[in-house]
């Protein structure tokens, strides 16, 4: 399974990269907000450091200003992939650029028929959100689910990625429902990381290991 970095802040992406654990890097216009500066000089830079797909998202809501907008941000870096709302302009938009050779990642996908649909336009990427279903009460995993038996039955050219993750076990949950990629923030990225119990195992190595130095070195 593939994990993706849901940020534009550069620092976190380098610290993953340097994990080696991170394939990608998914932003949006919340994440840009919270970095500010210029988008496309951020995206150049996120495109530089990321070995793999880079998500732009368009802010323009009629077809051909998505279009002109994915045509700008593919022309940035190679790794980019146009992240497009689903909606009729949307699925029109994924269409007319998956015609280019454009790769798009179809975004605020809430149900597995969306995720169909723009599977069909030509979308490369599917994100649908689980943790803002969960808000609402339903269960986002079984759309991860359903779309993976999906994408898997009709062998359909294009990868899930799990988004809007909240904690581990949404990581956890989306492997085993079969997603491609999780895009997650940093701070679940290091709680994965950590169990209190590594941590107490470590402290207790140090702990004997400094024991059986003193007592070494009292004998001898
Ligand atoms: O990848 C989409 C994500 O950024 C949305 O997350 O937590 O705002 O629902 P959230």
């Not at 495109?47 to 051909?64: F, H, M, N």
Request: charged share 25%.
């Amino acid at each position: 399974m593939k994990l993706f970095l849901d940020t534009a802040e550069i620092d976190e992406i380098r610290t993953g990269i340097r994990w080696g654990v991170i394939d990608g890097v998914t932003t949006n216009p919340t994440l840009f907000a919270k970095v500010g500066g210029s988008y496309d000089e951020v995206l150049r830079q996120i495109c530089k450091l990321t070995p793999g797909p880079v998500s732009a998202e368009v802010i323009a809501d009629d077809v051909e200003g998505m279009v002109a907008e994915g045509r700008h941000f593919a022309a940035l870096a190679p790794n980019i992939v146009v992240k497009i709302p689903m909606c009729e302009n949307g699925l029109e938009a994924i269409s007319r650029l998956a015609e280019e050779g454009i790769r798009t990642n179809c975004t605020l996908i809430f149900s597995a028929n969306q995720g169909l649909l723009a599977a069909k336009a030509g979308a490369s990427f599917l994100s649908p959100f689980v943790g803002r279903l969960d808000d609402v009460n339903e269960e986002g995993m079984t759309v991860i689910r359903e779309l993976a038996d999906i994408v898997g039955i009709f062998e359909l050219e294009t990868e899930i990625i799990t988004a809007s993750v909240r904690h581990p076990r949404h990581v956890t949950d989306a492997a085993l429902a079969g997603a491609h990629i999780a895009t997650i923030p940093f701070k679940v990225l290091q709680q994965m990381v950590r169990h209190p119990l590594t941590d107490r195992g470590i402290e207790l190595f140090k702990a004997d290991w400094a024991k059986a130095t003193k007592a070494a070195s009292a004998k001898g």
